[in-house]
């Protein structure tokens, strides 16, 4: 709501399950958690626990809720978090959403600790750092909800870097959206619908750029249940019962 962009944890690809705490937006029409969901179709179940507005602060405590220690089939085999556009709102113009960079860090290296305690190694974590900021289009925005600018690119840049950081720390991959989508100098704006949140092209960007991470962790899974061509005609149950996996 507002001026804010959802914070994520997911996609979580298990087994059976992808999660991923992505942007609120990550399911529409489109979104590249849709996309993810589109490939991974008979391979994966993609869980969106994105939440509109969610900081890092909020993140750590509802962690808990979202991804709990199960049994191998509900051990994910990818989990995204997605953070850092509304930890990184400047204090003086949104304190609600604000998170000190160090804490920021902390918050995220505490999820990760976290999922390391539920049975999902740093080799199945991808951080996802926030997209740059364009500030005139958000400055708009702003100003048609009666307030000032409330981010600035550069800072969003320091939270992207944090982010990274905590990636290295863990071993776990690391998608850096901000770099990628200025690199060279590139006119981003299109990335973003308002400045802040993903447009059509910039849920693309992402998942083109998310997919080969997801896909090296689950190509050796197998499809569930069997293409229709392949189900044994007369004894149908022969092809269809059982672990489904052949």
């Not at 962009?5 to 399911?27: D, I, K, L, Q």
């Not at 991808?126 to 289009?137: F, K």
Request: proline share 7%.
């Amino acid at each position: 709501p507002g001026a804010s962009e959802a914070g994520s944890v997911g996609p979580f690809v298990t087994p059976r399950r992808c999660h991923t705490v992505s942007r609120m937006f990550s399911f529409q029409q489109g979104g590249w958690g849709a996309s993810l969901a589109d490939m991974l179709v008979r391979k994966c179940d993609v869980l969106n626990r994105g939440f509109s507005g969610y900081n890092t602060r909020w993140a750590k405590i509802i962690l808990p809720r979202l991804v709990r220690k199960g049994s191998g089939l509900d051990s994910p085999v990818a989990v995204t978090i997605f953070f850092g556009a509304n930890d990184s709102a400047l204090k003086d113009e949104n304190p609600k959403q604000h998170v000190p960079l160090e804490e920021f860090a902390a918050n995220l290296r505490s999820m990760v600790r976290y999922l390391q305690s539920v049975d999902v190694p740093e080799g199945r974590l991808i951080l996802i750092t926030p997209p740059p900021l364009c500030e005139a289009a958000w400055a708009q925005e702003c100003l048609q909800q009666g307030c000032k600018l409330n981010r600035l690119n550069s800072v969003v840049g320091e939270y992207a870097r944090a982010c990274l950081q905590v990636a290295q720390d863990y071993g776990a991959e690391a998608l850096d959206l901000w770099t990628l989508m200025q690199k060279d100098g590139q006119d981003f704006s299109s990335y973003l619908s308002d400045g802040l949140h993903l447009s059509p092209k910039g849920n693309e960007f992402v998942f083109s750029h998310l997919w080969p991470l997801i896909e090296k962790k689950v190509s050796s899974l197998p499809f569930l249940l069997p293409y229709w061509r392949d189900i044994a005609e007369a004894r149908p149950e022969l092809s269809l019962l059982g672990d489904g996996d052949h």
